[in-house]
C-alpha cells in the first residue's frame, strides 16, 4: 500500500474528492429536474462544503478557493438568496470539473500546476458573480477608474489591456526600451497590478518585500492612494498601499509566485510593441524611429534577378507558413522560426532597422496566437519589394490595429464572462474523463454477499465425494465415481481460488492499526516521564477487515499497559542495568494461515508468585491448582476474568487492567492470545488470528452416532488411549499423555447425552486433545472425521442462548453440523 | 533594534520588520520634523513604508541598498522635484 510514494492521507483525500465530485454532479443535474427540493440542496451543499474542508488540509489554493465560492453560492441558494437555474448549474458543474481534473493533476504529479492559479480565480470570479448581492460591491469599488484607487482589491480594472497600456505610459522610457530590448525571442512581459487585501499584514504577508522579489522584475512602483490617510489617522495594520510590477518572468512562473494571491495581484500579458505605443502616447518625443510601423521605403540594396526571385519565394513559404491554420504544440517555434528568417532576409536586403520591428510583431504574435503582425510587414515587404507602392503605409497602419483587435478579444475572454468558452482550455470535461480511477470502492455489503455465495459454493462443491462415493457404493459405478471425483478436484481448485481472491479483495494492511501507536506512544511516554523507542515491524501484513478493524483496541490496550505498567522510568531503568529508553517492539507476522501480532517491551516484566497468590485469593483457582500451576501459566492468569480490576493489577505488577476485556475480544475474532513474561526482562503478548473469519476449518468428531465440528484452532491432537491406561481419581479421569497429566472428560457426559463412549475394536478410546486458553483437555469421543471448511453461521433465535455450540454449517450431504464451544464446554 | 531612535532622527538598520510600525508611528506622532536615516537598511516592511508616507517625514539618507531605493525615493522623495543626492 504504501509502496506508493503518496502519502495515505492524501490518498484517502483523492479517493473521497471523487466520492464527492461525483456525487455533487449528481445532485446538480437532479436539482435541474427539481429545484426546490431541500433535501438534494442540502446534500448539495455538504458533498461541497466537505470537500472544502479537506482540501484545506493541503497546500491546493487553487482548488479550495473554487470549492470555497461555490459552497458560498450553494449557501445563498440554499437560502433563498439566489435562485437555482441552469446557468449556475453550468457554472458548479464547470467548477466540479475543474476540481475533478486538478484531482487528477495531483495524482499524477501530486501537486498543481501554478498557471492553474489564474483558471481557479476565473472560475472564482465566475462562480461569485452569481451571488446576487456581492457584484454591486465590486463595481463600486471598481469605479474610480482606470489610474484607480489601489483599494480595490478584487478588481479587475488591469485586465483591460487599454488600461494597461495607458498606464505604462508612467514606466520611465528607457526602461521601457530596455525591456523591449531585452524581449528578443519572443520572452513575454508581464504587467503586474498588485493590490494587496487591507488585512494583509495578518496574514503575515509584507506586499513591499512581494513585489520586490517578483521574479524578472523590471520595473515597479508603489502606488499611494490619495488622499492619504494623515499620520494621527493612520491605521499601521491596515495596508492601503499597492504596487504595479513590470517583468519579463514568463507566465508560468508568476503564477508560480502568486499562487497564494491571484486575487490580488492581476497579471497581464503586454505586447512589447505597447511599450513603444505608450512611448508614442507620452509627451515625450520620440528619439528612435523604430516605433513607428515598418514600411518597405527603407530598403537600399538592390538585388539581382535571381535573387529578387530568391528573395520573394522566400517570403512566399514565410507567408504560407503563417497562414497555416493549424495551431500545434509548436506554433511558438514556428513563429519564432519565421521571425529569424524575415530577419535575416532583410538585413540581407540591407535592412537592419526593422529587427525591431520584427521582433515587435513576433512578441505579438506569440501574445495572441495570431500572426496578423507578421503577416503585415511580409505583405508589406513583399509589395514594396515589387511595386514600391506609396500607400503601403495605410496596409501597415491598419494591421497593428487588427492586431490589437485580436490581442484585446483574447485578453478580454479572460476576465470576461465568457467563461463557457474559456473552460474548454480547463483540459478535462466530463465526458472525456473516460480514464476512472484506478481503485473500486465497493459497498462492503456487497462483497460480503459475494462471499457468502462463493462460501455456499465451497460447501455444496463438498458434495460432489459424497455422490462419488455414492456412485460407487450404491450404484456400484466405479467409472461414475472416477470421474465425479476428477471434477471434484477441478471445481475444488476454482472455488479455492475464488475464496482466496475474495479474501484479498478485503485483506487490509496491519499499518492501518499500526499507524496510530508512534503517536500513542510518544503521548503517553511523555506524559509518564519515560522514554520509549517504538519499533513497528510487518507493517504490510495483512489480514482480513474485519479482523484488523477488531484488533484495533485490543493493540491500543495492550501498548497502553505495556507503556504505563510495563516500562520502568529511566531512573528505575538505568538502577537495574538496563539503557534509559526503553523498547517497545510491535512485530506483525503471518504464519500459515493465522496472523501473528506480538507486542513485546523490555520492561520490568510479571512476577508469577504474586498472580498465583492474588488468584488464590480471589477464588480464580483452588489449592491444588495453586500448587501444580507453572509460572507461564501462572502469568497467563491475569486474563481471568476476577483478576481484573484495577485496584488488584496496580498492586501486583500493574499489569492486566482489562486484560479479560483484551482476551475476549481477541477470542470474538477467532484469536488467541498468550503471554509471556521474565522478571525483570520484559513481557511479551502474543496475539494470534486467524487470516479470515470467513471460513473455519472445523475437525468433525462423531459421538452417539452424532457428528459435530471442532474448531482447529483449538484441536491439539487426536489419541487413541487404551482404556487400561485411563486412570480414574473418584470421579475424573486422567491419562498420562507425552508425559503430561491430562484430565478426561466424554464429550456425551458434557453434553448430557446419556451415553458411553464406544471403544474401537482394540479397546481404545478416541481422545480429541483441546486446547482452550491455557486449559488442555483429552475429550472422549466415538470416533475422528475428516477435516472441512466450513462457513459457520450464528445460531439465531432461542438457539443462540445454547452456549455450547459457537454456530452451525451445513454438510456437503445437506446435513447440519453443529460446531462445538470448546471454551464453554470444558 | 533595527530601528535606533535619536532624538530627532530614526535610524532603520538591515531588515526592519512589522513589528516595528506601531513604535515608530508613535515615536513620529510626537516628533513633527522628524528625519529617517535608511542607510543601512536592506528592507522595510510595507506597514513601516506606509507610517513614513504618512509622516511625510525627510528621508536624511536614502539607503545604500539600490534596489531599495528605487523603490522609496518616487514615494518617499520630496514631491515636487526629484531630489538629487
Not at chain 1, 373 to 391: C, I, M, S
Request: negative net charge.
Amino acid at each position: 500500500m504504501s509502496s506508493l510514494p503518496m502519502s495515505p492521507l492524501l490518498e484517502q483525500f483523492l479517493g473521497e474528492a471523487r466520492d464527492l465530485l461525483e456525487c455533487a454532479a449528481a445532485k446538480l443535474m437532479q436539482l435541474e429536474d427539481t429545484p426546490d427540493d431541500q433535501d438534494v440542496m442540502n446534500e448539495l451543499f455538504r458533498c461541497v462544503h466537505t470537500l472544502k474542508g479537506n482540501s484545506g488540509l493541503f497546500s491546493f489554493p487553487e482548488m479550495t478557493r473554487v470549492l470555497h465560492a461555490g459552497e458560498d453560492l450553494l449557501g445563498m441558494v440554499r437560502s433563498g438568496q439566489q435562485t437555482y437555474s441552469s446557468e449556475l448549474a453550468d457554472c458548479l458543474l464547470e467548477a466540479m470539473d475543474f476540481v475533478g481534473m486538478l484531482c487528477g493533476e495531483i495524482e499524477s504529479t501530486q501537486s498543481i500546476d501554478a498557471s492553474r492559479a489564474a483558471a481557479s480565480q476565473q472560475m472564482t470570479e465566475a462562480l461569485r458573480k452569481l451571488m446576487p448581492n456581492l457584484v454591486p460591491i465590486e463595481i463600486a469599488v471598481e469605479a474610480p477608474g482606470l489610474n484607480g484607487s489601489p483599494m480595490a482589491n478584487n478588481a479587475s480594472p488591469a485586465n483591460d489591456p487599454r488600461s494597461v497600456r495607458s498606464r505604462l505610459a508612467c514606466v520611465p522610457e528607457s526602461i521601457r526600451r530596455t525591456a523591449v530590448v531585452q524581449c528578443h525571442e519572443g520572452d513575454q512581459l508581464h504587467w503586474i497590478a498588485y493590490r494587496p487585501q487591507r488585512e494583509c499584514f495578518f496574514h503575515g504577508d509584507d506586499p513591499l518585500n512581494t513585489a520586490r522579489q517578483t521574479p524578472g522584475l523590471v520595473w515597479g512602483r508603489v502606488i499611494v492612494s490619495e488622499p492619504f490617510p494623515p499620520l494621527a489617522e493612520l491605521d499601521t495594520y491596515s495596508c492601503l498601499l499597492g504596487f504595479d510590477l513590470l517583468t519579463n518572468a514568463p507566465r508560468e512562473e508568476l503564477d508560480q509566485y502568486y499562487r497564494y494571491l491571484p486575487d490580488q495581484a492581476e497579471i497581464t500579458a503586454i505586447a512589447p510593441h505597447w511599450l513603444l505605443d505608450s512611448a508614442e502616447d507620452s509627451d515625450r518625443p520620440v528619439e528612435d524611429s523604430s516605433a513607428v510601423p515598418p514600411t518597405g521605403v527603407r530598403q537600399c540594396r538592390s538585388f539581382s534577378e535571381s535573387d529578387e526571385t530568391a528573395f520573394q519565394k522566400i517570403l512566399a513559404a514565410q507567408r504560407q507558413v503563417l497562414l497555416l491554420e493549424d495551431r500545434p504544440a509548436w506554433h511558438a517555434g514556428r513563429l519564432k522560426a519565421v521571425a529569424r528568417v524575415l530577419a535575416n532576409l532583410s538585413s540581407a536586403a540591407g535592412n537592419t532597422s526593422s529587427q525591431t520591428d520584427i521582433q515587435v510583431a513576433l512578441g505579438d504574435a506569440l501574445l495572441t496566437g495570431r500572426s496578423t503582425l507578421l503577416l503585415a510587414w511580409l505583405d508589406a515587404h513583399r509589395v514594396n519589394r515589387t511595386e514600391t507602392v506609396p500607400g503601403s503605409n495605410d496596409t501597415l497602419r491598419a494591421a497593428p490595429a487588427g492586431a490589437d483587435r485580436g490581442a484585446g478579444a483574447t485578453l478580454e475572454d479572460g476576465s470576461g464572462k465568457s467563461l463557457a468558452d474559456e473552460g474548454i482550455k480547463f483540459g478535462r470535461r466530463a465526458e472525456d474523463a473516460a480514464s476512472g480511477p484506478k481503485s473500486l470502492k465497493v459497498d462492503q455489503a456487497k462483497i460480503d454477499r459475494l462471499m457468502n455465495l462463493i462460501g455456499e459454493l465451497v460447501v455444496s462443491k463438498n458434495a460432489l465425494p459424497y455422490l462419488a462415493e455414492r456412485a460407487e457404493s450404491h450404484f456400484g459405478v466405479r467409472e461414475l465415481s472416477r470421474e465425479i471425483k476428477g471434477q471434484y478436484s477441478i471445481i475444488n481448485r476454482i472455488a479455492d481460488e475464488m475464496q482466496d481472491a475474495i479474501m484479498q479483495v478485503r485483506m487490509m494492511a496491519v499499518s492501518f492499526v499500526f499507524q496510530r501507536f508512534p503517536r500513542l506512544a510518544r503521548d503517553i511516554s511523555r506524559k509518564l516521564g519515560k522514554e520509549v523507542q517504538l519499533v513497528l515491524e510487518g507493517e504490510q501484513t495483512e489480514a482480513d477487515k474485519n479482523i484488523i478493524e477488531a484488533l484495533a483496541d485490543p493493540l491500543i490496550h495492550i501498548v497502553r499497559n505495556s507503556l504505563d505498567h510495563g516500562l520502568e522510568t529511566p531512573e528505575v531503568r538505568l538502577a537495574a542495568g538496563k539503557p534509559a529508553m526503553g523498547k517497545l517492539t510491535i512485530r506483525a507476522s503471518q504464519e500459515a494461515d493465522r496472523v501473528v501480532i506480538e507486542i513485546a517491551d523490555d520492561g520490568k516484566g510479571i512476577d508469577p508468585e504474586v498472580i498465583k497468590q492474588k488468584a488464590y485469593e480471589k477464588g480464580i483457582i483452588d489449592e491444588a491448582t495453586l500448587e501444580r500451576i507453572g509460572d507461564q501459566e501462572a502469568i497467563n492468569l491475569i486474563f481471568a476474568a476476577g483478576l481484573s480490576t484495577a485496584k488488584v493489577v496496580s498492586d501486583l505488577s500493574g499489569r492486566g487492567v482489562g486484560m479479560d476485556v483484551v482476551r475476549s475480544a481477541v477470542e470474538k475474532i477467532n484469536g488467541t492470545v498468550l503471554l509471556h513474561s521474565e522478571l525483570g526482562k520484559g513481557t511479551t503478548i502474543r496475539i494470534s488470528l486467524p487470516l479470515s473469519m470467513a471460513v473455519t476449518q472445523v475437525m468433525i468428531v462423531e459421538s452417539d452416532r452424532q457428528l459435530f465440528g471442532v474448531p482447529m484452532d483449538h484441536v491439539v491432537e487426536t489419541v487413541r488411549v487404551p482404556r487400561k491406561r485411563i486412570r480414574a481419581f473418584k470421579q475424573s479421569q486422567t491419562a498420562v499423555l507425552r508425559g503430561r497429566i491430562v484430565p478426561l472428560k466424554s464429550l456425551n457426559a458434557l453434553l448430557g447425552i446419556a451415553a458411553i463412549p464406544r471403544a474401537n475394536s482394540d479397546d481404545e478410546l478416541a481422545v480429541l486433545l483441546v486446547q482452550a486458553g491455557s486449559v488442555e483437555l483429552g475429550l472422549v469421543v466415538d470416533g475422528f472425521r475428516e477435516t472441512i471448511g466450513v462457513i459457520q453461521k450464528p445460531l439465531n433465535g432461542f438457539l443462540s442462548s445454547v452456549a455450547a455450540f459457537s454456530g452451525s454449517a451445513l454438510l456437503g450431504n445437506g446435513s447440519v453440523l453443529m460446531i462445538l464451544n470448546i471454551r464453554e464446554i470444558v | 533594534m533595527p530601528i535606533e531612535y535619536k532624538k530627532n532622527r530614526a535610524v532603520f538598520r538591515d531588515e526592519v520588520t512589522v513589528e516595528e510600525a506601531e513604535g515608530l508611528l508613535e515615536w513620529l506622532q510626537t516628533r513633527l520634523g522628524a528625519k529617517a536615516d535608511l542607510a543601512a537598511c536592506n528592507h522595510l516592511h510595507t506597514a513601516n513604508l506606509q507610517v513614513l508616507i504618512s509622516a511625510k517625514t525627510y528621508i536624511s539618507n536614502w539607503p545604500k541598498d539600490a534596489g531599495l531605493r528605487a523603490w522609496l525615493k518616487p514615494v518617499l522623495g520630496p514631491r515636487d522635484s526629484n531630489q538629487e543626492e
